[in-house]
């Protein structure tokens, strides 16, 4: 990746024309020909930008442009549909290259598994005297998440999802209309966990007697105590 810090004006013509006045900027010119225009504010989203492929041009500029206090002109054509980005530069701030190597992927925090093994571990997050009996606990047509007892010792079957919709609801009915036929489990009560719950998917719950739980996920690690807060 190559950053540079420079004082530029930037014109774009494309679909529509855009154009930035003279500026101090950072410029991205990223390894799979992307190039993005960013100002120190803005959050994430660049001013302007060339997606991939693009090729780089980089000129003298005539001798009007150089009296008019140009250094370089870069010129950026993106390969498939023609779109140009010209960037007119009249000072070079910092020009760092850097090989970053390859990316590993974004890995997602609080994923289900993840959100399974820390509820297991704080089981009374459902209630007080709530119980755990064992995680995964097998039907024949799949596995709950949690099987659990309330402090009435009723079995409790848990379905966690990260975002909670419709099919984790039609999933954990599935599951209770078969648990409910074993004498040995029956009652069994239905709780819809997730750390977020989509309003149709509340309501479709609460409709069926299935309890919907919001989980805070910083706090079943320890890393948020919900009592300490303002609000």
């Known amino acids: ?9 930037v014109d774009y013509a494309g679909r529509l024309t855009a154009h930035l006045p003279m500026a101090a900027r950072l410029i991205m010119l990223k390894a799979d020909g992307s190039i993005l225009i960013h100002s120190d504010g803005g ?65 997602k925090d609080g994923v289900e598994a993840h959100l399974q093994e820390l509820l297991a571990e704080h089981i009374e997050t459902l209630g007080t005297g709530y119980s755990l009996v064992r995680r995964e606990y097998m039907t024949a047509i799949g596995p709950v998440d949690i099987l659990a007892r309330d402090q009435g010792q009723r079995s409790v079957a848990v379905e966690i999802k990260r975002r909670g919709d419709i099919d984790g609801v039609e999933q954990l009915t599935r599951y209770l209309e078969l648990m409910n036929r074993d004498p040995l489990l029956s009652p069994v009560d239905g709780v819809f966990a997730a750390q977020e719950i989509k309003p149709q998917a509340r309501t479709l719950a609460e409709d069926r007697g299935i309890r919907c739980v919001v989980l805070d996920y910083d706090a079943l690690r320890g890393m948020d105590d919900p009592d300490t807060r303002l609000f």
């Not at 990746?1 to 004006?9: D, E, G, H, P, T």
């Open 43 to 107: 959050s994430y989203k660049p001013l302007n930008w060339m997606t991939p492929p693009a090729t780089v041009k980089i000129t003298e500029p005539s001798e009007e442009q150089a009296e008019a206090g140009l250094t370089q002109l870069w010129e950026v054509s993106q390969t498939k549909t023609g779109d140009r980005l010209v960037i007119s530069i009249a000072e070079v701030i910092a020009d760092d290259q850097h090989d970053l190597g390859i990316d590993p992927g974004l890995v």
């Open 1 to 9: 990746m190559r950053l540079v810090i420079a004082k530029c004006s």
